[in-house]
């Protein structure tokens, strides 16, 4: 059959968990690498073809096809392992540490960055011309996004922190969906439905990705977006990784573990 029932793929979510732990540095890293360099260029996409088109959902119905595309390559995003890899550690297995699951999230969160910012300075190069020409619309763009969401929300003060690590909460709540999507089906069709749903959904939203931000925030700094590296890192990444992790793992991850491996006790009826 094309699906799998919620027990079979859920324990297919603890073995990926379990999978990644195991996983060499280079081959970690190298699809951390390539997953955060694919998001960034369905990022940069799908803003042009919001851009172009004045339509936000038209950027959104088509910014999962960067999602798609790297997972169907068995690469790696940072608000993925952070849903599938504790699972191995709660699950108990052999040689899964806390330390390990660190491990692996470290890597990742490196590799991502990395292709992510990569990404970046390759745009940002040719909107410019090697930086000799303004960046048009499509870079202003940008780097207003960089603006908004750090110094707009410092405005806020604590309210403001925590606004943007709900956003991120949201955000990782339907990525790790997406990701669980891809495991429900064993079709490549079936595997894009469940992917593409969840992805437009959180992307329209307005909600915050911390690979997506390791894409736009850089980008928006070399095109000369009016904020400081600490800014990004108080203002969004820090409460955006945070969130991620909490969203992912509480709604996504715990849930169907806690109801589809460790079932409660069978009701017994009089």
Same mark, same amino acid.
């Given at each position: ?20 732990? !195991? ?6 890293? %190298? ?15 799908? &803003? ?7 339509? +936000? #959902? ?5 910014? +999962?096809?960067?999602? %798609?595309?790297? !997972? ?5 995003? #940072? ?14 297995? +052999? ?9 692996? /999230? ?10 992510? &910012? ?7 190069? %040719? ?18 996004i960089?603006?908004l969401?750090?110094?707009? !929300?410092?405005?806020?003060? &604590? ?10 909460? #949201?955000?990782? /709540? ?21 992917? /593409? ?18 894409? #736009?925030?850089?980008f ?14 108080? /203002? ?6 945070? *969130?991620?992790?909490? *969203?992912?793992?509480?709604f ?18 009089d």
């Open positions: 059959m094309a699906y799998l029932s919620p027990n079979e793929f859920v324990t297919k979510m603890v073995d990926s968990g379990e999978s990644k732990v !195991y996983m060499s540095t280079k081959d970690t890293i %190298i699809r951390a690498f390539m997953a955060g360099a694919i998001l960034a260029l369905a990022a940069a996409f799908a &803003i042009t073809v919001a851009m172009k088109t004045g339509s +936000p #959902l038209t950027g959104a119905i088509l910014f +999962p096809v960067g999602f %798609i595309m790297l !997972y169907l390559m068995g690469f790696d995003l #940072l608000t993925g392992v952070f849903v599938l890899v504790p699972l191995a550690l709660i699950d108990k297995r +052999p040689g899964v540490t806390v330390n390990q699951v660190l491990r692996n /999230w470290g890597l990742v969160f490196i590799g991502n960055f990395g292709g992510a &910012i990569t990404v970046a300075f390759m745009i940002s190069f %040719i909107l410019t011309y090697g930086y000799q020409i303004d960046p048009g619309p499509i870079g202003q763009k940008i780097a207003t960089g603006e969401r750090t110094l707009g !929300y410092q405005e806020h003060g &604590i309210w403001g922190w925590l606004t943007v690590f709900i956003r991120g909460m #949201l955000c990782n /709540w339907m990525v790790s969906m997406g990701v669980v999507g891809a495991m429900v089906s064993t079709s490549v069709s079936g595997k894009f439905l469940a992917m /593409w749903m969840p992805i437009m959904l959180f992307f329209f939203m307005g909600f915050e990705h911390s690979i997506v931000n390791m894409f #736009l925030f850089p928006s700094m070399i095109m000369g977006g009016d904020f400081t590296i600490m800014d990004y890192i108080l /203002w969004n990444e820090l409460p955006v990784v945070l *969130g991620n992790l909490v *969203g992912g793992l509480a996504t991850g715990l849930t169907l573990y806690a109801t589809h491996i460790r079932t409660g006790e069978k009701r017994k009826l």
